[in-house]
């Protein structure tokens, strides 16, 4: 949750292309929003997104590299208790 100095609004500038302030403003006349609500909602989603591609691709290399050690230093080990046995150990 954001505290209330995080929920003050700045003002910014910003050029966007014409058809995007036109499609901007199309979808405000529908769903009765104002630019700055539906530019708020966008860079939200954007930067949500980003952040979960971050994470997902940490965990993807922790899984490779996870996986890389099983086969190749430990491929004496048979289960995932031996691995982290092991792993414990050293």
Request: proline residues 1%.
């Amino acid at each position: 949750m954001n505290n209330l100095s995080q929920l003050e609004k700045q003002q910014i500038g910003l050029r966007l292309p014409k058809y995007l302030v036109d499609d901007l403003d199309e979808f405000t006349k529908s769903f009765s929003l104002n630019r700055s609500e539906i530019i708020v909602e966008a860079v939200k989603s954007y930067i949500e997104d980003q952040k979960n591609q971050i994470f997902y691709n940490k965990f993807n290399d922790s899984a490779k590299e996870l996986k890389n050690t099983i086969s190749h230093k430990h491929s004496n080990l048979q289960t995932l208790d031996e691995l982290i046995n092991e792993l414990e150990d050293n």
